[in-house]
């Protein structure tokens, strides 16, 4: 139980989780005097503060934290962390809106905590929807084959037709194959 009149150090607290304590000789019992809440005075950056917290530490990019965490929070599988700025600086931002988006069109993110840099282009022969987790994604999971026609590498974005004097038979194709000699092949 915190008591006031601490002869010692080591009868002291760490401050709690959630707070940081930048002065000494807190008082538990009367926080809201003594105590600061992590993140309060920032409307846009994003900090967690452990037990213990001298200071508020920056949340990372691929993170948010809310008001009052104790730690950062991965944006999920499916989504990546938007950079917020702060002179110069990437941080991580204070809400899971304003921290993190849908992996991009033809990109995918399968881990938690993935900033844009780390996005993964989608495998060849595939298209990938925005929130992909995988690089070949199941058509119910936000993507699938490139469709007959079509072809889809790893550098293109979406489905690209077959053009001018080739053509594609089938589904899951990175390059489309030339017309035969004397066939007819219209884009």
Do not use: W
Request: proline share 7%; charged share 15%.
């Amino acid at each position: 139980m915190p008591h006031k009149g601490a002869r010692y150090q080591s009868e002291c607290l760490p401050c709690v989780e959630g707070y940081y304590c930048d002065i000494s000789g807190i008082d538990q019992l009367a926080p809201a005097t003594s105590m600061k809440q992590c993140g309060a005075n920032d409307a846009t950056y994003g900090y967690y503060c452990p037990a213990g917290s001298t200071v508020e530490t920056d949340c990372p990019v691929g993170s948010y934290c809310p008001v009052g965490s104790a730690y950062h929070i991965q944006c999920e599988v499916g989504t990546y962390g938007l950079t917020v700025m702060n002179g110069g600086t990437q941080k991580g931002a204070k809400t899971k809106a304003q921290g993190c988006a849908q992996c991009l069109q033809d990109k995918y993110c399968g881990k938690r905590g993935m900033a844009e840099a780390e996005m993964n282009n989608c495998g060849s022969g595939f298209t990938c929807a925005p929130g992909a987790m995988a690089a070949e994604p199941h058509p119910t999971q936000s993507g699938g084959l490139c469709s007959p026609g079509k072809y889809c590498s790893v550098l293109s974005v979406g489905e690209q037709d077959c053009g001018a004097g080739t053509y594609n038979p089938d589904s899951g194709r990175q390059s489309c194959n030339y017309c035969p000699a004397g066939q007819l092949c219209p884009a």
